[in-house]
């Protein structure tokens, strides 16, 4: 799964290279958050497949990967081998259609994995847990539908998302209920949600309907995310250069202004392309860092030529391009990123993936690349006290 961070110059909230999601930074709610908090898993799906539940990750307390059963207690992984062993059966039995099961969340940096019909297939390496990775077609996860839904509970709060980073499968909703107030929630669908996206997706000319995967019974399974579309060859290599292209000439004679952090407007960063190179100055006019050009791959994984590392310059330009590389607003808007939706993936050469997931969200909101988080445009509610969390399996539909 790929590496997603969410970074502001005072907090972090990140998934590293384990993929799972976590979260620092201080606040005076710590003493509020207990050692557990309930997760309600609702189903609503309309599917009479059973369904299971897998809470895994990193237990903040110690660092061990590992998973939670029901009740909310930990267990270590043990050692895996080479080639990879089989791991424990870490699942809990979930609801069927039209139930609900409570289970208990520890301070993780973790998924929430729900898969319908079967259980999924976990295996241990001697470096950890291999994560599923559907877009190898020998993955023996290939033909079950399933999602998952990443979170941090630590002594911050609880933070916890709707995600379709990796892929769109199975439509779902994540919510928090706090100390006082209203519960927030996000990640649901409009009504007829998810066969407009899929039907969207297919009539999208270019390949973009090789992304979606259906099983033996011809079923749709998933979409999947247009990085591992490149890299398995579903979609052309080239598929963004065009756009990339013209980013390029524009600003070799026009200076792109990237202001990364919304709670400090004065930290501004200045970039000009020579040759192959976009160089970044800062106000003072020192060059702070550069990016080669990058390619469609760079662009959906936000990686590669837009490496993002954990530091305050580098890492939040680099979200700052990506989102603007994905959301076709580079040309269009010199201060990046641009705050405004409705200039999001106007060109026609832009993220059809994630386009097509964020007109089919109920409220807008969706984890369509890993950098979607910038101007607060994700899936994602946190809460510095929270009560009560909620998984709802939602309709296909």
């Known amino acids: 799964m790929r590496i997603r961070r969410l970074l502001t110059a005072t907090a972090v909230a990140l998934v590293t290279a384990a993929g799972?999601?976590?979260a620092t930074g201080g606040g005076a709610a710590e003493a509020a958050v207990p050692a557990?908090?309930?997760?309600?898993?609702?189903?609503?799906?309309?599917?009479?497949?059973?369904?299971?539940?897998?809470?895994?990750?990193?237990?903040?307390?110690?660092?061990?990967?590992?998973w939670a059963d029901a009740a909310g207690n930990f267990h270590a992984w043990p050692a895996g081998g080479n080639p990879p062993t089989p791991a424990?059966?870490?699942?809990?039995?979930?609801?069927?259609n039209g139930g609900s099961i409570t289970i208990r969340m520890p301070k993780f940096s973790g998924r929430v994995y729900f898969s319908y019909g079967q259980k999924l297939v976990f295996k241990l390496t001697t470096g950890g847990l291999v994560q599923p990775a559907v877009q190898n077609p020998s993955d023996p996860n290939r033909n079950i539908l399933f999602a998952s839904s990443e979170y941090t509970l630590n002594d911050s709060g609880l933070w916890i998302n709707s995600t379709q980073v990796d892929m769109f499968a199975v439509p779902y909703a994540v919510g928090v209920r706090p100390a006082s107030g209203a519960t927030k929630t996000t990640g649901h669908l409009k009504?007829?949600?998810?066969?407009?996206?899929?039907?969207?997706?297919?009539?999208?000319?270019g390949g973009w309907g090789n992304l979606i995967h259906t099983a033996?019974?011809?079923?749709?399974?998933?979409?999947?995310?247009?990085?591992?579309g490149v890299e398995t060859g579903a979609i052309p290599a080239n598929i963004m250069d065009d756009y990339i292209n013209r980013v390029w000439s524009k600003y070799?004679?026009?200076?792109?202004?990237?202001?990364?952090?919304?709670?400090?407007?004065?930290?501004k960063y200045f970039g000009r392309v020579s040759g192959n190179t976009m160089n970044f100055t800062n106000s003072s006019g020192q060059v702070v860092t550069s990016f080669q050009k990058p390619d469609s791959a760079s662009?959906?994984?936000?990686?590669?030529?837009?490496?993002?590392?954990?530091?305050?310059?580098?890492?939040?330009?680099?979200?700052?391009?990506?989102?603007?590389?994905?959301?076709?607003?580079?040309?269009?808007?010199?201060?990046q990123p641009d705050p405004n939706n409705?200039?999001?993936?106007?060109?026609?050469?832009t993220n059809q993936y994630s386009k097509k997931i964020h007109e089919q969200m109920a409220d807008g909101k969706a984890y369509g690349f890993a950098f979607d988080d910038v101007g607060a445009h994700e899936a994602l509610v946190h809460d510095g006290n929270p009560q009560q969390a909620y998984v709802t399996l939602d309709p296909f539909n």
């Open 191 to 205: 009504p007829g949600g998810y066969n407009a996206f899929f039907n969207s997706l297919r009539n999208q000319g």
């Open 20 to 22: 799972l999601l976590t």
């Open 88 to 96: 424990p059966d870490a699942s809990i039995a979930g609801p069927g």
């Open 36 to 66: 557990t908090i309930p997760l309600t898993i609702t189903n609503n799906s309309g599917r009479g497949d059973a369904v299971w539940i897998y809470n895994l990750g990193t237990n903040l307390a110690t660092g061990q990967q590992g």
């Open 299 to 335: 662009v959906f994984g936000c990686f590669k030529l837009l490496d993002a590392p954990n530091d305050l310059v580098r890492g939040p330009i680099s979200r700052t391009l990506c989102a603007g590389y994905n959301r076709s607003t580079l040309l269009t808007n010199p201060n």
């Open 252 to 267: 070799s004679s026009q200076t792109l202004t990237v202001t990364p952090f919304t709670d400090q407007p004065g930290i």
């Open 342 to 349: 409705s200039n999001f993936y106007k060109d026609a050469v």
């Open 216 to 228: 033996p019974n011809g079923t749709i399974l998933r979409a999947l995310s247009p990085l591992y």
